[in-house]
């Protein structure tokens, strides 16, 4: 990276990400992000030009709110990058068919996208460990090496190379042979009573139940084992619903609803946002945001910000996104609930969840 103003906001961004205490900072978010805002707008001329449409511009933007939120579809239209196309390093592409047009999000580096990853995953889903303790990490999707361009991917190699114990590794259940090992594994770690984290898309943890259903498996996972989901719960061939798939994990696996955390992220954000049951195990379940971003829940009908007991469509302002455009308007419905959000579904004709269409495809094998 050789922009000068660029490099600025990024080192202020990365000390705030690296703060041990976790705090929200109305005032140097707004500053961050009014600032990054003026970058943005001056360094991608589609966003300049989708923002001027708009008449919002950085002399006219007096907060945070008022920054123009690209639909994650552009992702699929446009080149939404800051620097030159040479100093790419690392493209993530949304899921899709081989028919489909996928969206890619364009990186001139990692430093920012790990550095917001990694304290919201220990804080998350791990709160329950010391420090220096790591955990087996269990990943239902497929390797760096066989998906170099999945964001997911990339979430789990790094927390497996930063949090993981020794034989954390990715596996699949598409059938006999590819589920052989997995069950072999999650058979080691029920019998080791240590601490283990089994993750991936919805429908990749469908298939694994699925094929211990099959076999007539059930198992008894520790106490200390935890769940993450990572959304998605339409597949190709039917849909599941959050309730069924945590009721399904807990007879099969004996992890029950509380010890299960939804991950909510997307390759067109730099940040992930979890499920507060492990953190705060007597509170209400709820997404907590990183400081570093701010969510908002906008009525889709007048694009102004929902009355707080009304669901709208969830708008995000991550600072993790330097490279590209910071606030995004998704596909999918929110409420508040307290000082966090839930996600209750997709916008009426959005298309069904990248991801775990992606894991479906995978693990499921060509389609009939």
Same mark, same amino acid.
């Given at each position: 990276?050789?922009?000068?103003?660029?490099?600025?906001?990024?080192?202020?961004?990365?000390?705030?990400?690296?703060?041990?205490?976790?705090?929200?900072?109305?005032?140097?978010?707004?500053?961050?992000?009014?600032?990054?805002?003026?970058?943005?707008?001056?360094?991608?001329?589609?966003?300049?030009?989708?923002?001027?449409?708009?008449?919002?511009?950085?002399?006219?933007?007096?907060?945070?709110?008022?920054?123009?939120?690209?639909?994650?579809?552009?992702?699929?239209?446009?080149?939404?990058?800051?620097?030159?196309?040479?100093?790419?390093?690392?493209?993530?592409?949304?899921?899709?068919?081989?028919?489909?047009?996928?969206?890619?999000?364009? =990186?001139?580096?990692?430093?920012?996208? %790990? #550095?917001? @990853? $990694?304290?919201?995953?220990?804080? &998350?889903? /791990?709160?329950? +460990?010391?420090?220096?303790?790591?955990?087996?990490?269990?990943?239902?999707?497929?390797?760096?090496?066989?998906?170099?361009?999945?964001?997911?991917?990339?979430?789990?190699?790094?927390?497996?190379?930063?949090?993981?114990?020794?034989?954390?590794?990715?596996?699949?259940?598409?059938?006999?042979?590819?589920?052989?090992?997995?069950?072999?594994? =999650?058979?080691?770690?029920?019998?080791? %009573? #240590?601490? @283990? $984290?089994?993750?991936?898309?919805? &429908?990749? /943890?469908?298939? +694994?139940?699925?094929?211990?259903?099959?076999?007539?498996?059930?198992?008894?996972?520790?106490?200390?084992?935890?769940?993450?989901?990572?959304?998605?719960?339409?597949?190709?061939?039917?849909?599941?619903?959050?309730?069924?798939?945590?009721?399904?994990?807990?007879?099969?696996?004996?992890?029950?609803?509380?010890?299960?955390?939804?991950?909510?992220?997307?390759?067109?954000?730099?940040?992930?946002?979890?499920?507060?049951?492990?953190?705060?195990?007597?509170?209400?379940?709820?997404?907590?945001?990183?400081?570093?971003?701010?969510?908002?829940?906008?009525?889709?009908?007048?694009?102004?910000?929902?009355?707080?007991?009304?669901?709208?469509?969830?708008?995000?302002?991550?600072?993790?996104?330097?490279?590209?455009?910071?606030?995004?308007?998704?596909?999918?419905?929110?409420?508040?609930?307290?000082?966090?959000?839930?996600?209750?579904?997709?916008?009426?004709?959005?298309?069904?969840?990248?991801?775990?269409?992606?894991?479906?495809?995978?693990?499921?094998?060509?389609?009939?």
């Amino acid at each position: 990276m050789t922009d000068p103003a660029r490099a600025a906001i990024d080192q202020e961004i990365l000390a705030w990400m690296r703060e041990s205490e976790w705090r929200r900072d109305d005032d140097r978010f707004q500053r961050l992000a009014l600032k990054l805002f003026a970058f943005q707008f001056e360094r991608c001329a589609p966003y300049r030009r989708f923002c001027e449409g708009r008449g919002r511009t950085p002399d006219a933007v007096v907060s945070w709110r008022e920054i123009p939120a690209v639909p994650t579809g552009a992702f699929k239209e446009l080149d939404l990058r800051c620097f030159p196309a040479e100093e790419t390093v690392h493209r993530f592409r949304t899921s899709g068919t081989s028919m489909s047009v996928r969206g890619v999000l364009l =990186l001139d580096t990692l430093e920012l996208y %790990e #550095t917001s @990853l $990694l304290p919201a995953f220990r804080r &998350f889903l /791990l709160p329950d +460990l010391a420090a220096d303790e790591r955990v087996r990490i269990v990943a239902l999707a497929p390797s760096p090496a066989k998906a170099p361009d999945s964001s997911l991917t990339h979430m789990f190699a790094a927390a497996i190379r930063e949090f993981g114990e020794s034989g954390s590794d990715f596996y699949a259940a598409n059938g006999e042979r590819e589920a052989d090992p997995l069950l072999r594994e =999650l058979e080691d770690a029920a019998a080791r %009573e #240590t601490p @283990l $984290l089994l993750c991936g898309a919805a &429908f990749a /943890l469908v298939h +694994l139940l699925d094929e211990m259903q099959r076999r007539g498996v059930t198992l008894r996972l520790p106490d200390s084992a935890r769940v993450m989901e990572t959304g998605g719960f339409k597949g190709r061939s039917r849909e599941v619903s959050r309730s069924d798939l945590y009721a399904r994990v807990h007879r099969s696996l004996g992890v029950p609803p509380a010890r299960t955390v939804n991950q909510y992220g997307m390759t067109e954000l730099g940040s992930q946002f979890y499920d507060s049951v492990l953190r705060f195990p007597d509170e209400v379940r709820r997404k907590l945001p990183p400081p570093w971003t701010r969510v908002a829940i906008v009525d889709p009908d007048t694009g102004e910000p929902a009355a707080p007991d009304q669901s709208g469509v969830i708008t995000i302002v991550d600072l993790a996104n330097t490279g590209s455009v910071l606030a995004l308007q998704t596909e999918d419905l929110g409420r508040r609930v307290g000082d966090g959000f839930e996600v209750i579904g997709r916008e009426p004709g959005a298309e069904a969840r990248g991801c775990s269409i992606a894991a479906d495809a995978l693990l499921s094998g060509p389609a009939a």
